[in-house]
């Protein structure tokens, strides 16, 4: 890094005040939400916020019975929380890179730990991948998001888009998967044998394969996930 007079900091980092789109980027990884209303986002994701916002964590029968027991089938550790008010709040998690994305009557599909924050306008349900159950711990679930709004997401560096063809099967390590187009539905091809077990990773023998047509979004990073039983 550079050397600055505090004057100098202070202006290279300091917020812009005059910018006032709903979900915009303040930094590639820090998202501002100029909140008038409400927002969801990933439980922990509030850096900072000016203004009068007051945050509520999920509740348990926030989102009906159907996703209550999907979350607790999945074992998953993304809690949701919501901030409602009005003022600038910034969203970020662990120094991740920010994406925005504004659907319009779209769907994607996003891996439950890669979402940020998305607008009470966006429907969402959790889809259980139950085939890798037992295989992997952790990280096997995804987070559909249906309709018309803004959706944030996370990746570690540079997200790279794939594009899936009719008869060309693109396959991705599960670990590096982070979003995909909501028509496709991804299938799991494994390997495991006592040879894919020697001197590499048994993640590197499962891959996700996706077929027809669409994109899927990968990062240039194998992201381990945490249990909530470890």
């Known amino acids: 890094m550079g050397k600055y007079s505090l004057n100098e900091f202070i ?3 300091q917020q812009d005040d005059y910018e006032n789109e709903y979900f915009e980027l303040e930094t590639e990884r820090v998202l501002e939400v100029n ?8 439980m922990g994701a509030m850096i900072s916020y000016i203004g009068d916002i007051k945050f ?16 607790a089938l999945t074992g998953e550790g993304t809690q949701l929380m919501k901030a409602k008010g009005k003022g600038r709040l910034y969203l970020a998690d662990q120094g991740k890179k920010v994406t925005i994305f504004d659907l319009k009557d779209e769907s994607i599909c996003v891996n439950g730990n890669d979402l940020l924050a998305f607008e009470p306008s966006i429907n969402w349900d959790i889809q259980l991948m139950r085939k ?8 096997l679930f995804n987070v559909t998001l249906q309709g018309s709004g803004k959706v944030a997401i996370t990746t570690h560096f540079e997200p790279l888009t794939l594009l899936v063809k ?9 670990h590096a998967t982070v979003a995909w187009s909501g028509n496709l539905t991804p299938e799991f091809k494994t390997d495991i044998s006592f ?6 990773g048994s993640g590197e023998s ?4 996706f077929s027809g047509e669409g994109f899927v979004i990968i990062q240039p990073y194998e992201e381990v996930y945490l249990s909530n039983e470890s």
């Open 11 to 13: 202006k290279k980092t």
């Open 132 to 139: 890798m159950a037992g295989i992997m711990s952790g990280g």
């Open 206 to 209: 499962i891959q996700m394969a």
């Open 35 to 42: 909140l008038d209303g409400e927002v969801w986002s990933k």
């Open 56 to 71: 509520e964590r999920e509740r348990v029968l926030e989102h009906g019975l159907s996703k209550m027991f999907k979350k």
């Open 195 to 200: 040879r894919t077990f020697i001197g590499r």
């Open 166 to 174: 009719p008869g060309e099967t693109v396959y991705t390590d599960p």
